[in-house]
């Protein structure tokens, strides 16, 4: 069974603190991507990540595709409230056909 | 406007009725999934299709059957519905390989 673990599994912190949450798999992904779902919601695409060693920035979000294409990273600059819900990393194991990761729920405090 | 939509958004029932779960695009996608979701959980998938006729089953064993008569159109049938299968039904369409989700559909079976 292929796995996606995701950690940390909750992480609660103050507005404007600094975070990294993990995503790993002993899996090889052709892509990787990453969500945020607010509750009663669906996920929401962030990024997508094809090339191992690839880094990608969004605003406050950086986006790392490991050199294997096993893991991922997404680290957060300065949180903000608005950056509060569940983080979901999802990585294609066959064409158009993904898994998804344990999710990392993240509460920022005001 | 491009958009996924899913009905209804809520659902309580009782046990042993027959429910179908709809899910609508606008996007043209060959693409389309249903995931379930435990509150706050991972998502597994249930269900996908690559076009018009094509269904296969996901890696989460499910009693549900869904249907490809349209493009658009991947609706999600369970016949006979168990408190077992309480849970969030989530749809997705894609082009390529991003998936883009719908809001929901959070069953309750009593």
């Known amino acids: 069974t292929q796995l996606l673990e995701q950690s940390p599994q909750f992480l609660s912190i103050q507005e404007g603190e600094n975070l990294t949450v993990y995503c790993n798999s002993s899996?090889?992904?052709?892509?990787l991507q990453w969500y945020r779902q607010e509750p009663g919601e669906g996920p929401v695409l962030l990024v997508t990540v094809v090339t191992g060693g690839e880094v990608k920035k969004l605003k406050r979000l950086t986006f790392q595709f490991g050199d294997a294409r096993k893991d991922s990273s997404l680290h957060i600059t300065a949180a903000q409230t608005g950056d509060t819900g569940l983080y979901l990393c999802a990585g294609e194991i066959s064409t158009y056909k993904y898994i998804f990761g344990t999710g990392t729920r993240l509460k920022v405090l005001a | 406007e491009a958009d996924i939509y899913q009905t209804p958004r809520y659902l309580v029932i009782g046990t042993g009725k027959k429910i179908t779960l709809e899910c609508s695009q606008t996007m043209g996608h060959d693409k389309m999934y249903w995931y379930q979701q435990d509150p706050g959980m991972e998502l597994h998938l249930i269900h996908y299709s690559y076009g018009v006729n094509s269904t296969e089953k996901g890696d989460l064993s499910s009693e549900s059957t869904v249907s490809r008569i349209r493009t658009e159109h991947f609706p999600l049938t369970l016949e006979s519905a168990r408190p077992s299968h309480t849970s969030q039904y989530l749809c997705a369409s894609s082009e390529s390989i991003s998936l883009f989700f719908g809001p929901g559909t959070r069953l309750t079976v009593l």
């Open positions: 899996s090889v992904f052709s892509s």
